[in-house]
């Protein structure tokens, strides 16, 4: 209405007065025409106005939309600006927190700065004081290594030297190991009247540990060698010149997988091991005899020995070890000086064997074997082991023969070695050992046993094997070993032990052909009357009067033994000891006959015979 109004307005002209319509009158043919002419150009000027009314509100319709955008627009920056505003007033709340903070990082600061400049100081006079300890060490390392290092192997001496002694109330003629434990004198051997002081450093000791690495394999080589033996020239009159001798020698490989290989002279697997079933971890008892103590089985021979360790708690083992026979017994079969069979032959010099050992060696058909399982639990140790053993001698059947019995083998009327053949026998035993810690380790207690047929040797007395049935054939004799042990550790400095041992041989005893006399081992018809009376001068000054007639065979050896160690030093430079020890043996014979004072005839005699032995040693051992 606006524009329409507007655009009438602007076609009147500007100074011209609106005249009434009646004014134009007289001239109205002019004015029609005039009027006709008005019309179309406000027609047109209407189209126009229209158009532009349309233009105008399309444009309006397009601003209305744009406002609208605008004003969504608006909202969206009004709540972008309110989150801004929220972020703006958490800024500014951390922003004083870290002013506040800021102020304490300051001060802070100030005092590190301050213990910084402290601590370059010491660290000067630390450098210093570092330097010097490490140079002292490097020196003192070198001056006090226990190792040699040589082409990657760890080569580590040690050992001890011991100077002891030992009193025997009977001479056993011994030196510090008490070889005589089933050999003590009875009364009828001059010795049993006479005390026995010896002193000794023989049992002085080197060790070499030799250790590697090659592959996934630990190699490791040992040696250990003391002078408990003897050459034909030893003796005690000037400069004591015993050989040094071979304990152990051996070399191994322990695998990764838990395999272990040992060969060479070392511990028979019979001897019990403190931990799993590993070399040099022997429960040795705490002994100075050098001999342990009745009870204890052990030996020390060739071995190759594998073992299964699966775990710190259970360990498997076999090994193979050199084998030897002790002879018991007597009454055996002889005829003109000869006798039905043999088991030993004396050693070849030649082929560097002891020539003089009168036992001589055993002609061997195997060798003995050992099986052996270890628990370590976690309280105690324990072992249970079995050994078989093979005994094979030479038979000579036809030595006994005669017109009355001819040989079987020919029917020879007279002594031939016809029909002579080897016989072979089995024997072993069982054996368990258990070693536990009671009172927070301050005492160790142990039990060990071996009993079986033919074990004697794995004893430290060393009791037969077998003894021989009339015909020459072998028969194993039934026995074993048994040792209770304590061990109380009352201070890191003293360790005072007590043992109680047995050794056991059963008869094994047999009728010669005849029936009139004992064979083998123990037989009650075996005469004993001389065994208390010494009947026999002496041959010479250097040899004691023969004992009388006495055939009394051992049928146990008992030790009971008490001692002590105390460490003075231990430490850096290794440790020195001094230690004392009682023991008391006693052994015991099968009965026989005849008597006590007058020899007279008369069944179960048995003679016994003991020994106070009494033990100092002072040791020194290497780092």
């Not at 630390?126 to 040699?148: F, N, P, W």
């Not at 004799?477 to 007590?498: C, F, N």
């Not at 005893?509 to 009947?535: D, K, P, Q």
Request: hydrophobic share 35%; net charge neutral.
């Amino acid at each position: 209405m606006f524009l329409v109004s507007g655009t009438a307005f602007a076609d009147t002209p500007k100074n011209a007065d609106p005249q009434p319509a009646n004014a134009a009158r007289p001239a109205k043919p002019k004015a029609a025409k005039k009027a006709d002419k008005s019309d179309a150009a406000i027609s047109a000027q209407l189209e126009e106005l229209r158009q532009t009314l349309q233009s105008q509100q399309e444009q309006l319709q397009m601003l209305k939309e744009e406002l609208a955008k605008r004003d969504r627009q608006i909202d969206e920056a009004r709540e972008a600006a309110a989150a801004a505003n929220a972020r703006a007033n958490e800024a500014s709340t951390k922003a004083v927190e870290a002013v506040n903070s800021t102020a304490e990082v300051k001060s802070t600061e100030v005092a590190l700065n301050s213990t910084v400049s402290d601590l370059k100081a010491s660290n000067e006079a630390l450098k210093t004081t570092v330097a010097t300890d490490q140079a002292e060490a490097k020196k003192s390392s070198e001056e006090s290594a226990t190792t040699i290092h040589y082409k990657g192997i760890t080569i580590s001496p040690g050992g001890f030297i011991a100077a002891e002694t030992v009193f025997r109330n009977r001479s056993a003629q011994s030196d510090v190991n008490t070889q005589a434990f089933n050999g003590i004198p009875f009364y009828g051997n001059p010795l049993a009247h006479t005390t026995e002081f010896q002193a000794s450093g023989r049992q002085t000791r080197v060790t070499l540990l030799a250790e590697g690495s090659i592959g996934g394999a630990k190699i490791t080589g040992y040696e250990e060698a003391d002078f408990l033996t003897s050459s034909v020239n030893s003796n005690n009159r000037e400069s004591n010149s015993y050989g040094l001798r071979q304990r152990q020698l051996w070399a191994q490989a322990a695998l990764n997988n838990g395999l272990t290989f040992t060969a060479g002279q070392m511990w028979s697997l019979v001897t019990e091991t403190k931990k799993g079933l590993q070399n040099r971890t022997e429960g040795m008892p705490m002994t100075i005899d050098a001999q342990y103590t009745a009870g204890f089985s052990w030996a020390r021979q060739y071995g190759f020995r594998v073992v299964k360790n699966f775990g710190d708690k259970l360990a498997l083992g076999f090994s193979v070890e050199g084998p030897q026979v002790s002879l018991g017994g007597r009454g055996f079969t002889t005829v003109n000086g000869n006798i039905n069979f043999f088991l030993n032959a004396p050693g070849a010099s030649g082929g560097l064997f002891n020539a003089f050992d009168a036992t001589g060696y055993t002609v061997n058909q195997r060798p003995d074997f050992v099986i052996k399982a270890a628990a370590d639990p976690g309280w105690g140790h324990y072992e249970v082991f079995y050994v078989l053993r093979t005994f094979r001698d030479r038979v000579y059947p036809c030595l006994t023969a005669t017109v009355a019995a001819p040989c079987p083998a020919n029917g020879a009327t007279a002594p031939s070695t016809a029909g002579a053949f080897n016989d072979s026998r089995l024997g072993g035993g069982l054996g368990f050992n258990a070693r536990v810690p009671l009172f927070n380790k301050k005492l160790d207690a142990g039990v060990h046993f071996l009993g079986g047929d033919g074990v004697g040797r794995y004893g430290t007395s060393q009791l037969s094997d077998v003894t021989a049935r009339p015909n020459g054939t072998l028969a194993p004799i039934r026995g074993g070993q048994a040792l209770g042990t304590l061990e109380w550790h009352p201070s890191p400095k003293l360790d005072v032990y007590a043992n109680v041992g047995m050794e056991y041989a059963f008869r094994t005893a047999y009728l010669n052909a005849a029936g009139t006399g004992g064979v083998g081992y123990g037989s009650r018809l075996f005469n004993n009357s001389g065994c208390n009376t010494e009947a026999n001068f002496p041959t010479n000054q250097n040899t004691p009067g023969a004992s009388g007639t006495c055939n009394g065979d051992v049928k146990d050896v008992i030790e009971g033994t008490i001692g002590f160690w105390h460490k003075i030093y231990q430490g850096p430079k290794g440790r020195l000891q001094w230690g004392l020890q009682y023991s008391y043996v006693l052994k015991n014979t099968w009965s026989g006959t005849g008597g006590l004072a007058t020899g007279a005839a008369g069944p179960g005699f048995a003679p016994s015979a003991g020994d106070n032995m009494v033990f100092s040693s002072f040791r020194y051992y290497l780092p």
